[in-house]
Structures are given as structure tokens and as C-alpha cells.
């Protein structure tokens, strides 16, 4: 198992800048993910989004990481969480797995995603077009 880097951060993040890391020559595979702002939410345009963190929020994300990467053994990845204002366009949630066979590094991306997401203490304020605006916790 090996979990390369994880961090939570208020500066641009890339799958790129993970992938070098993650990368060895063992490995096959790299499967990438990145969590993009779009301009909509069930049919509301969004105009911008903050994402705000709780103190715990790296521990999590290095506690997640760990699971993921003790679950596939064969793996290497990396992920990062962005938090601050955000733009449409930019990334918020960077994951980079790599594994000498593709099949361990997709399960293994799509997993430590969805644990990221709804253990990770972060919650998301959306700013709509209509100026409106709501709360989005990633624990609920």
C-alpha cells in the first residue's frame, strides 16, 4: 500500500502535478479524477462557490486515503481537496491512482472518491445566478 500525498489546500490543484508522484515503473495504470465547478446544480445556474473545511479535514483525507490504499494493496495515489473561492472551470478535488493493472486503479479512484466526499469534513456554499444562495454539506 501507498498513499503518496495528500493535503487539503487554497491553491490551484491538477491531476498532472499528482501523477508524476504517484507514477513508478511497476505501474500500468493511471486512472485520474478531477472534480470540476460546473455553472449548474439541478437546474440552477451557478455563478461561483466557496468551500470552507473543518480543523479534522486533513487527518480525514489522510485517514480515507490510507483505507483505500490498505483495501487495494497493488495501488499508489494521491488525492487533494481544494478549499477557498472558486470559479467555474476550476478544480476542486484532484485523484490520482496508479497500479501495475488498470482494473486496481479505477475501483480504487472511484472508492477513495466517494469516501472523500462523504467523510472528508468540507462543506461546499453555492452561489447561484439568481442570487440566491445554499449550504452543501459533504456529511450528511
Given at each position: 500500500?501507498?498513499v503518496?500525498?495528500?493535503?487539503?489546500?487554497?491553491t490551484?490543484?491538477?491531476?498532472?502535478?499528482?501523477?508524476?508522484?504517484?507514477?513508478?515503473?511497476?505501474?500500468?495504470?493511471?486512472?485520474?479524477?478531477?472534480?470540476?465547478?460546473?455553472?449548474?446544480?439541478?437546474?440552477?445556474?451557478?455563478?461561483?462557490l466557496?468551500?470552507?473545511?473543518?480543523?479534522?479535514?486533513?487527518?480525514?483525507?489522510?485517514?480515507?486515503a490510507?483505507?483505500?490504499?490498505?483495501?487495494?494493496?497493488?495501488?499508489?495515489?494521491?488525492?487533494?481537496?481544494?478549499?477557498g473561492?472558486?470559479?467555474?472551470?476550476?478544480?476542486?478535488?484532484?485523484?490520482?491512482?496508479?497500479?501495475?493493472?488498470?482494473?486496481?486503479?479505477?475501483?480504487?479512484?472511484?472508492?477513495?472518491?466517494?469516501?472523500?466526499?462523504?467523510?472528508?469534513?468540507?462543506?461546499?456554499h453555492?452561489?447561484?445566478?439568481?442570487?440566491?444562495?445554499?449550504?452543501?454539506?459533504a456529511?450528511?
Open positions: 500500500m501507498s503518496i500525498h495528500t493535503d487539503i489546500v487554497e490551484p490543484i491538477s491531476t498532472a502535478a499528482l501523477e508524476a508522484d504517484v507514477l513508478d515503473d511497476t505501474c500500468g495504470a493511471v486512472v485520474s479524477f478531477s472534480g470540476v465547478i460546473r455553472d449548474h446544480d439541478e437546474g440552477r445556474g451557478v455563478h461561483r466557496t468551500y470552507e473545511s473543518h480543523p479534522v479535514a486533513s487527518a480525514q483525507i489522510a485517514e480515507v490510507a483505507e483505500i490504499a490498505a483495501k487495494h494493496p497493488a495501488v499508489r495515489l494521491s488525492v487533494v481537496h481544494r478549499v473561492a472558486l470559479e467555474i472551470g476550476d478544480v476542486a478535488l484532484a485523484a490520482v491512482v496508479a497500479s501495475p493493472h488498470r482494473h486496481d486503479s479505477f475501483a480504487a479512484c472511484s472508492e477513495l472518491v466517494d469516501e472523500v466526499k462523504a467523510r472528508v469534513a468540507i462543506w461546499k453555492q452561489f447561484f445566478a439568481d442570487g440566491e444562495d445554499e449550504w452543501v454539506g456529511l450528511e
